[in-house]
């Protein structure tokens, strides 16, 4: 059975690490992080071992990047590239409770935690995070590095763009787009698009001014 390293050793790795082990689809887990702090301790079980570095003499086994926001999964991933990591390192994580209907597809690097739940004919593209209870419906396309946090649905034929956030219990009316690098609030009803690079909150979603905080996990 393959090794997996985590790579950022805070909350989405430990729920990551939860998803592994009820699918069991790997065997030994280790962990990275760029916080020297952490390096020689554990969690779960799990050692941090060092910064990223490490990773470059782990590439028989799989990879995948647990940090909350999508900039920083991407950055992440580039600078993995500049230690030989490349797509077909990236392992898919998906929580045993997830089916994934044989017209759906799955980037490489995202993580799918408990109950998400995908209809038919949804694209999620490379180092996507769905959070428990996520609805996916159908000819959905979420891009790459894109958050759907805890609760949120999206009616059909939504697309959301690289790096957006959605947070928690945010709904997405059918046929809109999500720009990339945006972010939708918690709570948050988007009932017409929302531009790339906006912030939007409300009932029904609206944009906050640029230093209105949101609490996107780093």
């Given at each position: 059975m393959r090794s997996?390293?985590?790579v950022a050793a805070g909350g989405l790795a430990r729920e990551t690490l939860?998803?592994?082990?009820?699918?069991?689809?790997h065997g030994r887990v280790l962990a990275v992080d760029d916080d020297p702090s952490r390096w020689g301790s554990s969690f779960d079980g799990v050692p941090v071992i060092g910064g990223l570095e490490q990773v470059a003499d782990l590439l028989d086994g799989d990879v995948v990047v647990c940090a909350g926001r999508g900039g920083t999964r991407r950055?992440?991933?580039?600078?993995?590239?500049?230690?030989?990591?490349?797509?077909?390192?990236?392992?898919?994580?998906?929580?045993p409770s997830v089916?994934?209907?044989a017209s759906c597809v799955v980037g490489r690097g995202s993580i799918l935690l408990a109950q998400v739940s995908l209809?038919?004919?949804?694209?999620?593209?490379?180092?996507?995070?769905?959070?428990?209870?996520?609805?996916l419906t159908h000819d959905d396309v979420v891009a790459d590095y894109a958050t759907l946090c805890?609760?949120?649905?999206?009616?059909?034929?939504?697309?959301?763009?690289?790096?957006?956030y959605l947070g928690m219990n945010a709904s997405v009316r059918?046929?809109?787009?999500?720009?990339?690098?945006s972010v939708l609030g918690m709570g948050a009803v988007l009932l017409r698009p929302l531009p790339a690079g906006?912030?939007?909150?409300?009932?029904?979603?609206?944009?906050?001014?640029?230093?209105?905080?949101?609490?996107?996990?780093?």
């Open positions: 997996l390293v985590l939860a998803a592994v082990r009820a699918s069991g689809s950055a992440l991933v580039e600078r993995l590239a500049g230690l030989g990591v490349t797509w077909e390192h990236y392992a898919r994580v998906v929580h089916d994934i209907p209809t038919c004919d949804v694209r999620l593209g490379a180092h996507v995070v769905a959070m428990p209870h996520v609805t805890a609760g949120v649905s999206l009616g059909g034929n939504v697309t959301v763009g690289a790096g957006a059918e046929d809109l787009a999500v720009g990339a690098d906006q912030t939007w909150a409300g009932v029904p979603a609206a944009p906050l001014p640029a230093a209105y905080p949101v609490g996107v996990e780093a």
